[in-house]
């Protein structure tokens, strides 16, 4: 009855694809470090520690102009055990540095951590005994993107070279 207004539609073969060195049939030819590392890379679920003005921008990469999601981090987890990217943005005080501390801790492995602008990376223009130069000095940061406070292209960029990076980590260490 309903059938005349339905057109089956197919998937292309191979043949009409052309010839591929990845693909054959329909089967894909890869590693298993580069499987599972493609899946981390393209599925990262930052953690947002915004802690000054770089907060702003950091909402900014997550709305419709710049749209982190095109990279698989739209999913912004608040939680530490959901997360596994925490991106830190603004300054670090030492009276905040042992929150971050813990909470980087709580996350589950692997784990990432990308230092937005130039507090959360040097400690900016803070040179003061309640301010920490660098949040390197309390967890491993992966990458740093210089600004204050930086664009939120500065912040997708960054994210491009921690996918990059992840890309090369080998899954078991030896």
Same mark, same amino acid.
């Given at each position: 009855?309903?059938?005349?207004?339905?057109?089956?539609l197919?998937?292309?073969?191979?043949?009409?694809? *052309?010839?591929?060195?990845?693909?054959?049939?329909?089967?894909?030819?890869?590693?298993v470090d580069?499987?599972?590392?493609?899946?981390?890379?393209?599925?990262?679920?930052?953690?947002?520690?915004?802690?000054?003005?770089?907060?702003?921008?950091?909402?900014?990469? *997550?709305?419709?102009?710049?749209d982190?999601?095109?990279?698989?981090?739209?999913?912004?987890?608040?939680?530490?055990?959901?997360?596994?990217?925490?991106?830190v943005?603004?300054?670090v005080t030492?009276?905040?540095?042992?929150? @971050?501390r813990?909470?980087?801790?709580?996350m !589950?492995?692997?784990?990432?951590?990308?230092a937005?602008?130039?507090?959360?990376s040097?400690?900016g223009m803070y040179r003061s005994?309640?301010?920490?130069?660098?949040?390197d000095?309390?967890? !491993?940061?992966?990458?740093?993107?210089?600004g204050? !406070? !930086?664009? %939120?292209e500065?912040?997708?960029d960054?994210?491009?070279?921690?996918?990059?990076?992840?890309?090369?980590? %080998? @899954?078991?260490?030896?």
């Amino acid at each position: 009855m309903f059938a005349d207004n339905f057109r089956v539609l197919t998937m292309p073969t191979s043949t009409e694809l *052309g010839y591929n060195s990845k693909i054959e049939g329909d089967v894909v030819v890869t590693r298993v470090d580069a499987a599972i590392n493609w899946c981390r890379k393209q599925s990262l679920w930052p953690m947002p520690m915004g802690l000054a003005c770089c907060a702003i921008e950091l909402m900014a990469a *997550g709305a419709s102009k710049f749209d982190i999601s095109r990279f698989g981090s739209e999913v912004m987890r608040f939680s530490p055990r959901q997360s596994d990217v925490m991106i830190v943005a603004g300054t670090v005080t030492y009276k905040m540095a042992l929150a @971050v501390r813990r909470i980087y801790d709580q996350m !589950p492995e692997p784990k990432w951590v990308i230092a937005m602008g130039a507090c959360a990376s040097t400690g900016g223009m803070y040179r003061s005994y309640a301010v920490l130069q660098g949040v390197d000095q309390i967890v !491993p940061v992966d990458v740093y993107v210089a600004g204050c !406070p !930086p664009r %939120p292209e500065a912040l997708l960029d960054a994210l491009i070279k921690l996918q990059n990076k992840i890309q090369k980590e %080998p @899954v078991l260490a030896a």
